[in-house]
Structure formats: C-alpha cells, structure tokens
C-alpha cells in the first residue's frame, strides 16, 4: 500500500488539501485535513474530508476554518450512536434523572433506537435516519405517545453529545415527530366511585382506596406513605417520598416535581378510618408473632408481613376484583386520582386549588387535563347568571 504524498506547505493552521493518490496514480478524489487538537499521547488529531473535486474539498476546509474561528469545530464522533446512548445513560441520565426514569430511557433505547439505527456512527448520523426510525415504529402500530418519548429520550442524549462536540448537530432537532393523539381520560361517576368504596369496605386496604378517591393522591405515593407522614393532631398528611416500579422491582423514591412534595388537609371521615387502620396494622403485627419481622414497619401501607406492596399485586388481585363486584367499568387504577380531581371540579374548587391538591408542577398542568372540568363550571356559572336576571325580570313585571 503506497504512502500518499505530502500535502503542500500552508501557513501555520490553515489545514490542507492535496489530490489523493494510490499506488502512484491519481484516484480523481481530493483530500483535506484540519488539526482539530492532540491525541491522549501528544500527537495531532486531524479530521480528514474526502471530496470528489479540489473546488469541494476547499470549500469544506473553508467551512471547517469558520467554525474554529467561531470556537464550534467539532471532530465528529466514530462511535456508534447505540455506544454512545449506553455511555450517555450510564454516566450522565443516571446522575440527572429518577430511577424510574433511568429504567425508561434503558427500554426505549434497547426496545427501540438499538435494532434499528444503533450500528449507525456519530459522525454519520443524519435526520433522515432518525426520521425513518420513527416510520418504522409507527408501522409496527406504536402510539404516537410511544414515538414521541423516543424522540424526546435521543433529543436528551444528542443534545448533550453536541454540548461536548462528539457531533456538530442534534440531528432530532430537524425532524418532526408524531403528533400524539389525547386519550380520553376515564373516571368514575359520583355512584360508581361510591359503589366501588362500598365494596372496598372489606378489603385490609380500604383506606389506602379512600386516600385514593378523596385525596386525588398518586397511588405511589399512597403505597410509599409513612405513619411519621401523618399528622393526626391537624389532620393533615404530607407526600415525602413514592414507592415506584422500576424493571419489576419496588423502590422508594423522591416525589415526582417540587409540587409533588405537599401537605394535605384529610377529612374528618378519612382521618377517622385510618386511625382505626393504624389500630388494625399493630394487631397484625401481634399476629405475625414477631415484630422484628415486620419488614416496613414506618409505612401506612403494606403486605401482611410488612414488605412494601407491589403495584401488579395491588392491581390484579385487590383493585380489579373489587372493580368487578362493584360492577364498575375497568378502569386503570391511576384512574381513581382522575376521578377525585375530576369531581373536585364540579364541586367548585378552581385551578389553583386543585393544582395544589394534585401536586401538579404548574397550573397549566391543571388545565390541560381537566379543563373540561372548568368549561362544565363556566357554564354552570352563566346558568345561574342567567337564572337570577330572569328571576328579577319577573319580579320587576
């Protein structure tokens, strides 16, 4: 394999184009160089560009000049975007984000960018295979939800490989994710919510239901509540932590935003049952005949031997079946906190209130999901505006 010549002398910085030539001969194709920096062992680092003719090649290094000059040179990356996504999670998303957030970056990353553009390189890389991906999992009838949190998840991670210049682009910036359609939200009607508790009367987590469907909480949140949480001289109970599932395991966890972390005022008839819980809870612990066996013993809600619940053994084998008896439609169980702060609404609390209820992180939240709520009041509202001039225009006749 011959040696190719020598580029021709430039001034200092300038880079370098030269023809390329193999074994002697000219190949038609030209070649520029730019020194990007040194290698760990004190060589220079070149970015080399191949280019069908000089007029190419130079305007290449031309571009190249400009984006050092303005301090944007990048030396883009031969690592493999599925290389890099495993680094960026593990050294990166995993000191950023929670747990269970971590878990679903892993899955979209292995489930979803790994068979389908994760042998494609760095340097490589374009929208138009970014674009395709997001063809090919819509084709295999995702929702446009699923597609949307892949594109979110590599617009996190190349945002930050641009950031430490492995490429010049977050190549997710110029493509156009699926637009994702709102599901309805199903919650339980006044009677329905009643019939369900009714039958949850006889269920050991009855309480943990009423916090549920009174409280609007979380159920994580319900599941990693803590009696030192629980302040039954004011009546009130403060979210300090959530227990979550991450890859099938149960973990505890900080609330999910700032106004996550909330006291709430419980009601009189909620504070009394869970009182008569914690009275209940110790008896089982007697039952147990061992005290020091009781795993939990700080939570509010736990399995019979004190062990955290697990979030698939709450639903299949309390929730569901209590759905069922109480002939209510199926419904997720996350749905019992769409159906306390759906009711809330029509009770007449407003935005703000609920969105301090719900620990939701900005009113806009509030709106956005039960702002059929606020409309039904509004129009409650002008009803009984108008109610009361027609009362008075009959008086006045």
């Not at 699923?146 to 617009?155: A, D, F, P, Q």
């Not at 909330?262 to 009182?275: F, G, N």
């Not at 059929?372 to 509202?381: M, N, P, S, V, Y």
């Amino acid at each position: 394999m011959s040696r190719e010549p020598k580029p021709k002398s430039r001034a200092n910085g300038e880079g370098s184009i030269y023809e390329e030539r193999r074994k002697g001969a000219v190949t038609g194709r030209w070649i520029a160089e730019i020194v990007v920096g040194l290698t760990p062992d004190g060589k220079k680092k070149v970015m080399r560009h191949y280019a069908p003719s000089q007029k190419k090649a130079r305007t290449w290094l031309t571009e190249q000049l400009k984006d050092r000059d303005d301090g944007i040179l990048v030396d883009p990356s031969k690592d493999t975007l599925s290389k890099w996504l495993a680094t960026w999670v593990k050294t990166i998303a995993a000191h950023s984000v929670k747990q269970s957030t971590l878990a679903h970056y892993e899955k979209i990353v292995a489930t979803y960018v790994d068979p389908y553009i994760g042998g494609v390189t760095m340097d490589k890389l374009m929208p138009f295979h970014v674009q395709t991906l997001y063809h090919e999992l819509i084709s295999r009838k995702l929702s446009g939800r699923t597609v949307r949190h892949v594109h979110n998840c590599l617009h996190r991670a190349l945002g930050v490989a641009k950031t430490i210049q492995m490429v010049k682009i977050n190549v997710t910036a110029h493509v156009e994710p699926p637009k994702v359609v709102k599901q309805q939200m199903k919650v339980l009607d006044p009677e329905q919510a009643a019939r369900f508790l009714e039958e949850a009367r006889g269920d050991r987590l009855y309480p943990l239901y009423l916090l549920a469907v009174q409280l609007g909480m979380r159920i994580g949140e319900i599941m990693g509540l803590r009696w030192e949480d629980i302040d039954f001289r004011e009546g009130t109970l403060t979210v300090n932590q959530t227990l979550i599932n991450v890859k099938g395991r149960m973990a505890f966890d900080t609330p999910k935003t700032k106004m996550s972390q909330r006291t709430l005022d419980i009601p009189a008839h909620v504070l009394s049952i869970l009182k008569k819980w914690k009275i209940e809870q110790n008896r089982e612990k007697l039952r147990l005949g061992d005290a020091e066996a009781w795993a939990h013993p700080e939570l509010v809600f736990s399995t019979q031997i004190g062990t955290p619940l697990h979030s698939s053994n709450l639903r299949t084998r309390s929730f569901n079946v209590l759905l069922e008896r109480a002939g209510c439609p199926r419904i997720r169980i996350h749905d019992l906190r769409h159906t306390a702060l759906t009711h809330m609404g029509r009770m007449g609390l407003g935005p703000k209130e609920i969105q301090e209820i719900a620990g939701h992180s900005d009113v806009s939240v509030t709106f956005g999901i039960y702002g059929h709520t606020f409309r039904e009041q509004k129009k409650a509202a002008a009803q009984k505006i108008d109610d009361f001039w027609q009362t008075a225009h009959t008086k006045a006749r």
